[in-house]
């Protein structure tokens, strides 16, 4: 086992050619948002009064499934007490906070009347009976949990530093007393991420017969709580794998790969329930016709689920950090097509047989946002201590 030293910055260059082309991707995407900020929904998008919701929703509800790793990890390393994974929680945690971060940006773009997005804190909007209004809640919550979370490391920074003593001061004691009470904030948030986990899914139930049936189930919300658990450690291994690659470094396959074991396990949970819900229900009969919701579904299925789960059942893919990060990979594309399916290529509005594409400000301003999260991680990880950096550190 590689000896580790506690989480420091990485001495690397932040500048380099893949960099400059996320801030080109992210200045085309804030060109895109200001002309829909400009004009309009109307102006810069396809939806309509049949397709309220397009790609952007999707976006939202793919950053917030991917970034469930910040939950599971937190839960095994800190619940759990497995204290072999402590090395993936500071990632984990970045990861969590930079998606649901761009999951309230892209929110915002996708709001008609965007300005009213804090309203659900007044007590005069509050509705128990709206699974939106829920989610909102919780996605609010779970936010001030993970930049809570995050404050460790942003006082471990200053005191580090001895160029402003009183800030160093400042920055010690909020540390002490956010060590003592953050094992609140760990379990807050594991319970606040499951609550709209689920509550994401139940939306979409209330869409009824618009949605198709392969789709559709009354526990569609236990389905997007399963899916969101199962997706948490592969998306934290494919960052943890492909980050360390990105930064030079050979990934800590001493600790990834025992955490893959769990793969196999969670993702065939909730492939169980999934089948299991289709022979119930018998929607299996759907997969006979020929369209573009059974060949999605065939897909998500087979290569966001079967595939993964065949290939991170043996040892030799486990060991190996390219074959695991095809694995990781797989499965996070499975997620993400899941919830698109769910929430545009199975959603079948009444009275239009037209089909919904995202316009091309649609597509500018969801690349913009991927690109803007994989840049502020990249400039979190160099100047804040993240990452357990082995003793010695090794080169590509």
């Known amino acids: 086992m590689t000896a580790h030293s506690p989480p420091a910055p990485v001495n690397r260059k932040l500048l380099t050619p893949g960099v400059y082309g996320l801030l080109g991707l992210i200045i085309i995407g804030l060109i895109f948002g200001a002309y829909r900020f400009f004009f309009g929904l109307r102006a810069s998008t396809n939806l309509n009064q049949y397709y309220p919701w397009g790609i952007w929703i999707v976006a939202d509800v793919s950053f917030i499934a991917l970034a469930a790793g910040g939950f599971t990890t937190a839960a095994i390393a800190h619940i759990f007490h497995r204290s072999h994974y402590h090395l993936l929680a500071r990632p984990a945690l970045v990861l969590a906070l930079l998606g649901y971060t761009s999951a309230c940006v892209v929110l915002a773009a996708d709001l008609g009347k965007y300005y ?68 609140l904030f760990i379990i807050l948030g594991v319970g606040i991420s499951c609550l709209h986990q689920s509550s994401l899914g139940n939306v979409m139930v209330l869409a009824a017969d618009r949605l198709h049936p392969l789709w559709q189930t009354p526990i569609l919300s236990l389905l997007f709580l399963i899916s969101a658990a199962a997706v948490g450690f592969p998306t934290v291994i494919f960052m943890a794998i492909y980050g360390a690659w990105a930064l030079r470094l050979q990934p800590r396959m001493h600790v990834i790969g025992p955490l893959a074991r769990y793969i196999p396990i969670l993702l065939g949970f909730y492939l169980a329930f999934k089948l299991g819900d289709m ?52 499965t996070m594309f499975g997620v993400v097509l899941n919830r698109a399916n769910v929430y545009w290529i199975g959603y079948r509005p009444l009275y239009t047989d037209t089909m919904y594409f995202p316009s091309l400000a649609e597509w500018g301003v969801t690349v913009g946002a991927v690109a803007g999260m994989l840049f502020c991680w990249r400039a979190i990880v160099t100047y804040l201590p993240v990452v357990s950096l082995p003793h010695q550190t090794r080169t590509a």
Request: one cysteine or more; aromatic letters at 10%; charged letters at 15%.
């Open 279 to 330: 022979l119930i229900r018998r929607s299996y009969v759907h997969l006979a016709e020929l369209s573009l919701q059974n060949a999605s579904f065939l897909i998500e299925i087979g290569l966001g689920l079967v595939a993964p789960i065949l290939m991170t059942l043996s040892r030799r893919v486990r060991r190996s950090p390219q074959w695991l990060c095809v694995a990781t990979a797989l």
């Open 116 to 183: 009213n997005i804090w309203h659900p804190l007044l007590p005069r909007c509050w509705q128990g009976n709206s699974a939106l209004y829920e989610v909102g809640m919780c996605v609010m919550c779970y936010l001030i949990v993970l930049y809570v979370e995050f404050l460790p490391v942003v006082c471990e920074y200053f005191m580090n530093s001895d160029r402003r003593p009183r800030l160093k001061a400042i920055c010690a004691t909020v540390y002490r007393i956010a060590e003592r009470t953050m094992f």
